[in-house]
């Protein structure tokens, strides 16, 4: 929450929710809660990808977080990660689940990532 406050100090006209992710200031190196969130994707998809065992996870998203995810987050991904995702989505590694709106509790974006009703501050482990 503390990092999401500085960034609407520093930025207090820009609609970081709303513009698409390539059209933030400073790149993929924006300091808002959405490219938080896909430097934190990064991270999963790398762990995944290393483990290199027949660990399955499944993302829970909210209709609309389900469209930020593969809409937003995985092409602003670095190409390497954009393709071991797209990999992993394809062989089943990562499960994408996509709720019904009365479940966004559930979802990963709205619980833990900006902006959601009763966010929490660390991620779930992987």
């Known amino acids: 929450v503390e990092r999401m406050d500085d ?6 006209d820009f609609d970081w929710k ?4 390539y059209q933030h200031p400073g790149g993929k190196d924006c300091p808002c809660p959405k490219h938080e969130y896909i430097r ?3 991270r999963f998809t790398r762990q995944v990808n290393q483990s290199g ?3 399955r996870v499944t993302l829970k998203f ?5 469209d930020v995810y ?8 670095p190409l390497k990660y954009k393709i071991l995702t797209k990999i992993a989505l394809k062989m089943g590694a990562i499960k994408v689940l996509v709720l019904k709106h009365m479940q966004s509790d559930l979802c990963f ?3 833990f990532g900006s902006g959601g009703h009763g ?8």
């Open 119 to 126: 966010k929490k501050s660390e991620l779930p482990p992987i």
């Open 70 to 77: 593969m809409n937003e987050v995985i092409p602003a991904m």
């Open 62 to 66: 909210c209709p609309e977080h389900y």
């Open 18 to 21: 709303n513009t698409p992710a």
């Open 7 to 12: 960034f609407d100090e520093e930025f207090p």
């Open 109 to 111: 974006y709205c619980r």
């Open 40 to 42: 934190e994707q990064i």
């Open 53 to 55: 065992n027949d660990s």
